[in-house]
RNA sequence: GGCGGCAUAGCCAAGUGGUAAGGCAGAGGUCUGCAAAACCUUUAUCCCCCAGUUCGAAUCUGGGUGCCGCCUCCA
């Protein structure tokens, strides 16, 4: 298949990516806790799996992506707590916001996208499971993993029992009524008993709710398997959330959860991680109100996924104005060039297109089979709108557009001019741009321009009213 | 305290042994009634500092400095 590599967190090496079954991907990304809005560093963490998942399909496999939402967690719990309305229609609410920035972003929806309310018999039956094997005890009206149990426990993070006790003692004390269930700090719990009217389902150990760690384990069990080839999720889930995915999983199942872990970095603001416990955050919501979703995408897809990314105000312009480039080489060939289908056929058939293709394509893909490296598949797309402006015949100019075309899909950029969008405040005040040029018109009794006006307005559907002192009003016939 | 990562021009940012991609911003020129866009030229003798390995290092090794992340919820 394609020499695609692959930084794993697991190996922390860069290595040759080789599917499981050949040529299916079966991945899944942790997706978000629904209990606020989404901030650009969850932007980031959508569009880099998006990417990779549109570019292995581009690449021949046949992917299954699985992004989850949870949508139980004390977090959820407790700020619903704080505004007085039931957990549930606090993760409704913030799911539909999180599907609209999504669809916003151009983000393609995952094949399956389960829910951990909805996967709550499956938890149950690994839990039982992992206590029948000796891997979690009850204590109290939780339920916990054994962590010493299972040997490898700190691999992903790279870490032994011995110094992870050493970096868990701080917390020890700050754990205090944890200290008397657990029997190490480094347990964690599979199952939190809750009192009855709380939020919680029936369970062997009573009334209450799962952990947070074991949705990841049973969905991903369920929809894609027992072994999958790539998960993936925020720098900050290594540890402890996906070390204790493999926990469980593999204490469970005997054989590794996962064969790629792939972690992309943070956004942050003046230097520091962007983050909802630190409230840096920019919500998605909120720049979209002024930049584009290409922009943004170009912005995050322009540095390494592996990179921090500094957000300023400056790099989101300077996004801008790189993007605005790519939209005009996109829509650099006329209305009136481009009405002739015939050439568009020409063009797209034509030999030089496929050696230009040809050509792109394998350098965005030499860019990309390097650890999804965007910014370098950027840097080609750049390359070829400096061959369309330099291009002078239209049908040749074409054919580097549709390169510059198909490549940007692969990226998830649509390129759309969506500078020649109006809104409608902008239109009604070039409406009356027009009304005022008409009125000087009439001033200068030039009626010859001031009827063009009216009529050419009339034309498009807005009926111009003159006024007693001289002005004019307008409203849409 | 334990573990890990990063340090490349004014800004953002690729590049892991062979002599510095790309974007933004800037400068000069072409075009233009003026602008904008576009085009041409130009902007790091050098990649945090010191020492070492090598014919050769931004890239490898050691030391130092600075910044960041994880260890608690987190994309």
């Known amino acids: 298949m394609s020499p695609l590599q692959v930084f794993n967190t697991l190996t922390a090496k860069k290595e040759d990516f080789v599917a499981l079954d050949g040529k299916t991907v079966r991945m899944y990304a942790c997706g978000p806790t629904v209990y606020s809005l989404s901030h650009l560093g969850h932007a980031r963490m959508a569009i880099v799996f998006d990417v990779i998942q549109?570019?292995?399909?581009?690449?021949?496999?046949?992917?299954?992506?699985?992004?989850?939402?949870?949508?139980?967690?004390?977090?959820?719990?407790?700020?619903?707590?704080?505004?007085?309305?039931?957990?549930?229609?606090?993760?409704?609410?913030n799911i539909f916001t999180f599907w609209r920035d999504m669809r916003l972003l151009n983000i393609a929806p995952?094949?399956?996208?389960?829910r951990a309310t909805e996967y709550i018999h499956p938890m149950v039956q690994f839990v039982q499971g992992l206590i029948d094997s000796g891997h979690a005890y009850k204590s109290g009206p939780d339920v916990y993993f054994e962590v010493s149990s299972f040997k490898d426990y700190g691999k992903l993070r790279k870490q032994n029992l011995d110094e992870l006790m050493s970096g868990a003692r701080e917390q020890v004390r700050s754990q205090q009524d944890l200290k008397n269930l657990k029997r190490s700090p480094l347990d964690f719990a599979l199952w939190k008993g809750a009192v009855a009217g709380d939020l919680g389902w029936p369970s062997p150990w009573g009334h209450g709710r799962p952990g947070w760690h074991l949705e990841c384990s049973a969905m991903i069990k369920n929809v894609l398997g027992e072994t999958i080839d790539i998960h993936g999720g925020g720098e900050d889930l290594v540890f402890p959330h996906h070390e204790n995915e493999i926990a469980q999983s593999e204490a469970l199942h005997s054989k590794p959860l996962a064969r790629y872990w792939l972690h992309n970095s943070f956004v942050q603001i003046d230097a520091e991680k962007m983050s909802k416990s630190l409230g840096n955050f920019r919500t998605i919501q909120d720049l979209l109100q002024t930049y584009s979703p290409d922009t943004l995408r170009l912005l995050l897809l322009q540095t390494h996924y592996r990179s921090p990314i500094e957000f300023t105000n400056d790099s989101l312009t300077a996004a801008k104005s790189g993007l605005q480039r790519l939209i005009r080489a996109v829509h650099s060939v006329s209305e009136e060039e481009a009405a002739d289908l015939q050439m568009k056929k020409q063009a797209?058939?034509?030999e030089l297109t496929k050696a230009v293709m040809q050509q792109f394509q394998s350098e965005f893909a030499r860019a990309m089979d390097s650890d999804f490296n965007t910014a370098a598949a950027v840097a080609v797309l750049f390359g070829i709108a400096d061959k369309i402006f330099q291009e002078t015949s239209a049908s040749r100019r074409l054919s580097y557009i549709y390169a510059l075309d198909s490549l940007s899909q692969i990226l998830g950029l649509t390129?759309?001019?969506?500078?020649?969008?109006?809104?409608?405040?902008?239109?009604?005040?070039?409406?009356?741009l027009l009304l005022e040029i008409r009125n000087s018109a009439r001033v200068k009794k030039d009626f010859a321009t001031s009827d063009l006006i009216r009529d050419r307005l009339a034309g498009l559907g807005v009926k111009v009213m003159d006024t007693a002192g001289g002005g004019a009003s307008w409203e849409r016939d």
């Not at 046949?62 to 993760?91: H, S, W, Y």
């Not at 995952?110 to 389960?114: A, H, I, L, T, V």
């Not at 390129?415 to 070039?430: F, M, P, Q, S, Y």
């Open 415 to 432: 390129l759309e001019d969506t500078g020649r969008l109006i809104d409608t405040d902008t239109a009604g005040n070039v409406i009356d």
């Open 348 to 350: 797209a058939d034509s």
């Open 110 to 114: 995952p094949d399956f996208e389960p």
């Open 54 to 93: 549109r570019y292995l399909r581009y690449s021949g496999y046949d992917v299954t992506f699985v992004r989850n939402i949870t949508d139980v967690d004390d977090k959820i719990i407790n700020r619903a707590a704080e505004i007085g309305i039931r957990p549930e229609q606090l993760a409704r609410e």
